[in-house]
């Protein structure tokens, strides 16, 4: 009996038509970026172009909308067929280079690329949760909220949107409370990253796995902080206060200073904690390319072995996949280490109290 050879296809939908046939005689290389948050998707399509067909009649135009999917083949068994669809994006450049002359198309997610983040309003907020400004957010601009951070959501006092976009806005807020954002074409969601880098890993890369093609790891102790300090004013008491979260990463003695707006103390300790966790999660990074695996998503989780000090569990920042006639199907993950983990602020405590108080009181974690 034959065995069926694996193979990798692309199908691009252009301003709805399926061009699939069309561009894969001209086909060089295909790639999809996953951001786990905070960044725009992507995709990159570069063409053979000796003849002149991209860029004078074919040339794509900016602004045209494309649907992408990778399609497989008896990838990983026989008869098997699987897609990962990549989403819809806008195309926002075109480059032409050479020799040989070759046409590259970037584009970005349709609806990050325009008023979600390039339209600046100015808007108040009093007495609301943060769910609920990422709910007004998302309907506004024709989007469906996924709010995934059960356990923190702060209520706020009063916030001030001025003369900044909404995605913009949204971003600083979510980001001193350690929630992600992700934008899809229909879809803002808004996730604890704490959380997510606690969730059960979607898949296994072990050191000897014949689909890696090259690895890279990384531990570092600069830019690493052992606590988080945080000074607020609190405007009822008009005392000036700071909080002191301690975390356990090994090899520093510095800590991270914080000069940010508080509404209470629990919200105080809550942005040093989600602070102190921002700066530390890429104490140990790593970077795996392999075999396109479709399970990898920006995101997820994955585990690591074979390693010795660098095994764990850890969370897909990006992970791009890429289609091309030189090295067919391959995904390359961009990962930090997630789960339980040194920095977190979890293990130590927390210290409070007005300043020069020598922290005579503490909060147990």
């Not at 991209?54 to 897609?83: C, L, M, Y």
């Not at 000069?259 to 530390?280: G, Y």
């Not at 790593?286 to 690591?304: H, P």
Request: glycine share 8%; proline share 3%; hydrophobic share 30%.
């Amino acid at each position: 009996m034959e065995t069926q050879a694996r193979r990798a296809r692309l199908i691009l939908v252009y301003e709805g038509a399926d061009i699939s046939k069309d561009i894969a005689p001209f086909l060089i290389s295909f790639s999809y970026t996953d951001n786990a948050s905070d960044k725009a998707d992507d995709l990159s399509i570069t063409l053979e172009d000796r003849k002149g067909r991209w860029r004078d009649p074919w040339f794509p135009a900016k602004g045209s909308v494309i649907h992408a999917t990778i399609v497989t083949h008896d990838w990983k068994t026989a008869n098997q067929t699987e897609a990962l669809p990549c989403g819809t994006f806008e195309i926002d450049e075109v480059t032409c280079s050479g020799p040989p002359t070759q046409v590259a198309i970037k584009a970005v997610s349709t609806l990050v690329s325009k008023h979600l983040r390039q339209e600046q309003k100015t808007r108040a907020w009093e007495n609301v949760k943060l769910s609920t400004i990422a709910e007004d957010i998302a309907q506004k601009n024709g989007l469906n909220l996924f709010w995934d951070s059960p356990e923190n959501d702060p209520l706020f006092e009063r916030r001030d949107q001025v003369e900044v976009s909404d995605l913009g806005f949204l971003l600083n807020l979510c980001r001193s409370y350690g929630i992600g954002i992700k934008v899809t074409d229909t879809q803002l969601a808004c996730y604890d990253e704490e959380m997510y880098e606690a969730k059960e890993a979607v898949g296994a890369i072990t050191f000897g796995d014949k689909r890696i093609k090259d690895y890279r790891f990384r531990t570092k102790t600069r830019g690493i902080y052992k606590g988080a300090r945080l000074q607020y004013h609190h405007h009822i008491k008009d005392e000036d206060f700071e909080v002191y979260v301690e975390g356990d990463s090994e090899g520093t003695d510095e800590d991270l200073v914080i000069n940010q707006m508080a509404d209470t103390l629990d919200d105080a300790e809550r942005i040093a904690s989600k602070k102190l966790h921002d700066a530390n999660k890429k104490e140990t990074t790593g970077a795996i390319t392999m075999v396109g695996d479709m399970r990898f998503l920006g995101g997820n989780n994955v585990d690591v072995s074979g390693w010795g000090k660098f095994d764990g569990t850890y969370f897909i920042e990006k992970v791009t996949h890429s289609v091309s006639k030189s090295s067919g199907y391959t995904t390359n993950l961009d990962l930090r280490l997630g789960g339980p983990k040194k920095g977190k602020g979890k293990k130590g405590k927390t210290k409070y109290g007005p300043l020069d108080s020598g922290f005579e009181t503490y909060k147990s974690e």
